[in-house]
């Protein structure tokens, strides 16, 4: 059974850093697509970026390119997402997820999320 664990979310002020972390285990990820989104309550989950973990191809949403940066540890199994200039905008839940293919039609495991809370 997929798990993915997310860590790293805060407190921070606008113009900060954050990594965060998604620890993920029980599949071979190698196949695996990996995700990050991100939720303000009352609205849809958005995206925020993916990399195919086998040829470690990246993509952003134009809300954070730039500003945000996805990496991935194939020895520790865990996808990070380096988060500079943060602004109070980018306060939200932030969810690590996992789907398979490309393009990934439903990622089919998610994580518990963390906070991400930017002041101004």
């Known amino acids: 059974q997929v798990q993915l664990v997310e860590s790293g979310g805060g407190l921070v002020q606008a113009g900060g850093s954050l990594r965060l972390s998604c620890a993920a285990s029980?599949?071979?990820?190698?196949?695996?697509?990996m995700g990050w989104f991100r939720q303000v309550p009352g609205k849809d989950r958005e995206f925020v970026s993916a990399?195919?973990?086998?040829?470690?191809?990246?993509y952003y949403a134009d809300s954070v390119k730039g500003r945000f940066t996805i990496s991935r540890d194939n020895a520790k199994n865990t996808v990070y997402l380096q988060m500079n200039s943060l602004k109070p905008e980018d306060t939200a839940v932030y969810y690590c997820?996992?789907?398979?293919?490309?393009?990934?039609?439903?990622?089919?495991?998610w994580g518990q999320g963390t906070q991400v809370t930017v002041s101004s």
């Open positions: 029980g599949g071979t990820f190698s196949s695996y697509v």
């Open positions: 990399i195919r973990w086998s040829i470690g191809r990246t």
């Open positions: 997820a996992a789907g398979m293919g490309w393009p990934v039609k439903n990622y089919d495991y």
